[in-house]
Every structure is written in C-alpha cells, then in structure tokens.
C-alpha cells in the first residue's frame, strides 16, 4: 500500500447522462478527499456488456414523465453480448436523440452532448462525465485495458472477450466452455479458442478482488446494491464507505455545476 489514501470507487458506463447514484459515490470520494487527502480512482467497468446499464431516465420538463432513452447500436448481437467498450454507436442516434433532449432538458446539458462524439457506447459515455466535469481530479481506470487485465489476480470465475460471428462478445468461462446466456436456462456454446488475461474480466462476485490487486485502495465508496454483494471479508485492507444519499437515484443527473 502507499502511505497515502486511495479513494476508490467503481461503476459501469451508466448513461449519457450518468445516473444519480454515481454521481453521488463522485460527491463522497471528494468529501473523503477533502477529509483525508489522497487521490481518487475511478474504476469504470466498461467490459459489461448489459445494455440496461446505460439507460437515461430523464423527466419531461413540462407533464414530468419518466422517459428511457439508451443508445441504439450497430447490431443486435452486439446490443445483446458485445461489451460496452466494443458496442459500436449507429450512426444516427446522436442526431437523433438530440432531437428529443429540448424535451428533458435545457440548453447546458444538449450543448454538452452536442459537442460528445466517440464510436462506443463507454467511449461516449466517459467523454459527456468529462464535459459535465464530474471527472475533474479523478484518475479512471478501465476493465477493458489490456494492459490493466494482465495485471490484475487470476480469478476462477469470469469473462472472456472473444470473437463471434465478427464481433467481440463477452463469454462467460462455464464448465470449461466459453458460454452466451441468451436468458432463462438457454445458452449458447461457442466454438474454443484460445485467449490470455488480457481477454479476461471478473464477474460480479470476483470483481473487488482482481480490481483491488491492480488498484490498492485504502478506501472504497460503495453503493446500496454493492453492499449487498461485496466480499468485504476479502480485502480487509479497505475501509467501505456507503456512499452518500441522494435523491430519485436511478434517474439521469444532468446539472453542470460540479
């Protein structure tokens, strides 16, 4: 460990407009900052690969409906099985959602997403946080590195990002076989292949251990639902901090004053 505090927390790609929840483990990593000192990590899980993760709540400005809005992609198995960094955006949706936003709105938020322009869905994602400066300060590490990956600790449970059918899919290592969960008790086998950690990624209940084997936090901001997942037991050199309240938590935060 270093001797000064790393603040860490981590999150999927959670929207264009990120959802509330992150931006309150942001606010928390910077009032520990402000207490502590120290540096903040961001770990962004952008090898996830469930499209519902990157749904936009926003509310109508004048009936104050809720509306879901979510990229649209190259292809259906990519919106199904390519992991977020590889999901390539259709080249109509910027222009397209931009149309709706005047509807949810005001003018700073569609001028920041009118100046967004990147080829993935996490790509995009982390250039609107940067432009809404929810980043500023804030080191982001990714789960798609390369680099990162082969660092990181041997799991036995993960992913593995491999070819199929001309994209990148996320296969789940089951029974020695590289599997697609199409939903319910129905898989899809792929063919083997062959792969090295710089193809592999966690799964949920391995991801604080091979995270924390590269990063090396001291502390970690934690969400409602990761409380009840985490296997705390496995690194007790991190003190958990729940992270702070905020209101209407899964709808898109879209204020710039940061």
């Known amino acids: 460990m270093s001797g000064e505090p790393v603040i860490a927390f981590g999150q999927q790609p959670c929207g264009f407009f990120p959802r509330r929840f992150l931006v309150a483990k942001i606010f928390t990593a910077r009032r520990l900052r402000d207490e502590l000192g120290g540096r903040i990590v961001f770990f962004c899980h952008d090898s996830d690969h469930d499209p519902r993760e990157t749904r936009t709540i926003l509310r109508h400005r004048t009936t104050g409906e809720a509306a879901s809005l979510n ?3 190259a292809n259906k198995l990519q919106r199904k099985f390519s992991p977020l960094y590889a999901k390539r955006i259709a080249p109509d949706w910027p222009a397209r959602t931009l149309l709706q936003l005047p509807n949810y709105v005001d003018a700073g938020p569609i001028e920041v997403f009118r100046q967004t322009s990147a080829p993935t869905v996490s790509e995009f994602c982390l250039d609107m946080y940067r432009r809404m400066g929810l980043l500023d300060g804030i080191e982001v590490v990714r789960s798609s590195d390369p680099a990162l990956r082969r660092r990181a600790c041997t799991v036995a449970d993960f992913f593995v990002d491999v070819p199929y059918e001309g994209e990148t899919v996320r296969a789940r290592m089951r029974d020695g076989a590289l599997v697609l969960h199409e939903g319910g008790d129905s898989f899809v086998t792929l063919p083997a292949c062959s ?11 391995t991801r604080l251990r091979w995270m924390q084997s590269v990063i090396r936090c001291t502390h970690y901001v934690a969400g409602q639902g990761e409380q009840a997942y985490l296997h705390q037991d496995e690194a007790p050199e991190i003190t958990f901090v729940r992270r702070d309240e905020i209101a209407r938590s899964d709808e898109a935060y879209t204020d710039l004053r940061c």
């Open 195 to 205: 792969f090295d950690k710089g193809h592999v990624s966690p799964t949920r209940d």
């Open 71 to 73: 990229f649209a992609v």
